[in-house]
């Protein structure tokens, strides 16, 4: 069986969809390096595109068509853009109703979210941490993504004894802490062997649940792997303070939401930061993989279309996807170690520039990823998969 392929032999489906904002500048960067592995590489991939949110309701009047649907749910992965516009307030009452990318993460149970926090030196520069504190950083959140307060019910926003109010609910039940759990010690195993888990069980049932599983779980299946657990609060600071001090952090869908715009903060710049969705870590076991991998600044209306976005984000989201979804560690690996020689080599992006250094477009941030790969394809030809 050839490397990427389904188990039947054919290529690995991959789906792009650009959505709103500045995604389709990006995917249009990201698709580039998919079909340079495709050409140069020889990656057997069927990749396909659709329109998805706002371009989606202009060519076809509608957010999510059912052949876009059909295309979601016949993808291996899916590597997508942002969601997010203005123009969603001009559109008709309810026609964003369940059509954008929680319905992908919710109906595709993609409830593994990993988003990486990795210091990069070429961007120690631009980090609001000092460089001594960032230095080593590398870590792992692990984000439950399909439950908590995101779709607990009920929610809404009601009317009692005449005052309005909004209510939202954060409920998870133990099998649901229990495989995300499971995912983050697995990883942990692969990294250096620490888990931190974070909470809010000094005030939350769900929170005490939640560690209270957690530990369960390593005491009678993972005590290899040294877990410790933190409060959210704490956590927040941490990963400010002293952020190398992490390997693997886990937490539930609205913590991982804040705490992953940190960690991204710390790391230099948001526009570079990737991440991966998935119903199990990787592809390859019993059950049927499925993946949706984005970079995690979303849409960005205020630059959309002036062409300053970064694609870095988005080019080593296809990077997670070569190590999950087309199990190839060794050709992730050297995509991003690519991006890296872009940046080293002076290519930046408005977000990532130098104080008082010139920036390049996205267009021109692909064109240097794909000379890097060009010219590190020489140097090492591809590994011949059989
Ligand atoms: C993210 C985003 C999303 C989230 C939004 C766009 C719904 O902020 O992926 O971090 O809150 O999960
Ligand atoms: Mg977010």
């Avoid at 698709?31 to 202009?58: C, K, M, Q, S």
């Avoid at 976005?309 to 990077?319: D, E, V």
Wanted: hydrophobic share 45%; proline share 6%; glycine share 8%.
């Amino acid at each position: 069986m050839a490397h990427g392929t389904t188990p039947d032999g054919m290529p690995k489906r991959l789906l792009i969809l650009p959505g709103d904002g500045i995604g389709p500048e990006i995917l249009a960067q990201a698709r580039r390096v998919v079909e340079w592995f495709a050409t140069h590489r020889g990656l057997a991939v069927d990749l396909r595109e659709e329109h998805f949110g706002i371009p989606a309701w202009r060519a076809h009047g509608s957010l999510l068509r059912d052949e876009t649907w059909a295309e979601i749910e016949a993808a291996d992965a899916i590597l997508f853009g942002a969601i997010g516009s203005p123009e969603y307030d001009t559109l008709p009452v309810g026609a964003r109703e369940g059509q954008g990318l929680m319905r992908m993460r919710v109906e595709l149970n993609l409830y593994i979210n990993l988003r990486p926090v990795k210091a990069l030196p070429v961007l120690a520069a631009i980090s609001p941490v000092r460089p001594d504190v960032l230095r080593d950083t590398d870590l792992m959140i692990v984000r439950e993504l399909t439950g908590g307060i995101y779709v607990g019910k009920p929610r809404g926003i009601e009317t009692v004894d005449g005052v309005r109010r909004g209510v939202n609910t954060m409920v998870y039940s133990e099998p649901e802490i229990e495989r995300i759990a499971r995912a983050a010690f697995e990883l942990a195993r692969t990294r250096t062997g620490r888990l931190c888990s974070v909470d809010k069980s000094n005030v939350l049932e769900t929170s005490r649940l939640w560690r209270e599983v957690v530990q369960r779980l390593h005491d009678s299946e993972y005590s290899d792997v040294a877990l410790s657990h933190l409060f959210v609060d704490n956590a927040a600071m941490q990963l400010v303070r002293a952020p190398s001090q992490f390997d693997v952090m886990l937490m539930e869908n609205l913590f991982g939401d804040i705490l992953s715009d940190v960690g991204a903060a710390v790391a230099g710049s948001i526009g570079m930061q990737p991440s991966a969705s998935m119903n199990g870590m990787y592809a390859g076991g019993d059950t049927r993989h499925r993946a949706l991998y984005e970079p995690i600044h979303g849409s960005a209306p205020d630059i959309a279309g002036k062409g300053i976005a970064n694609p870095c984000g988005a080019i080593l989201s296809f990077a997670m996807c070569l190590r999950h979804t087309f199990l190839r560690p060794d050709e992730a690996a050297f995509l991003e170690n690519a991006v890296t020689r872009a940046i080293e080599a002076g290519a930046r992006t408005p977000d990532i520039a130098l104080p008082n250094r010139p920036a390049i477009s996205t267009v021109e941030m692909g064109n240097a990823i794909l000379r890097e790969l060009d010219a590190m394809a020489a140097e090492k030809p591809a590994a011949v998969h059989a």
